[in-house]
């Protein structure tokens, strides 16, 4: 993937992700949003962040927008 790119495309990029995704290591999930800001959220046992790990409301996000 091009960050660059990306960046050029937003400038005001935040990442949310969770400590422990059963998909997605967390390592790598940290890599790319590392990549792409500085601005990131991790969500405390939030699963893939979906209804299947019980994240339902995405209440961290409304503090964003």
């Known amino acids: 993937m091009n ?5 050029n495309y937003c400038d005001d990029i ?5 400590d422990n995704d059963p998909y ?3 390592d790598v999930e940290k890599d790319f949003a590392d990549k792409l800001t500085l601005k990131q959220h991790i ?9 299947e790990s019980g994240y ?3 209440e961290e996000i409304l503090k964003e927008i």
């Not at 935040?14 to 969770?18: M, Q």
């Open 43 to 51: 969500i405390k046992d939030g699963g893939h962040l979906n209804a």
């Open 14 to 18: 935040v990442c949310f992700y969770s």
């Open 24 to 26: 997605v290591r967390y």
């Open 3 to 7: 960050f660059a790119k990306v960046k």
């Open 56 to 58: 339902t409301k995405f």
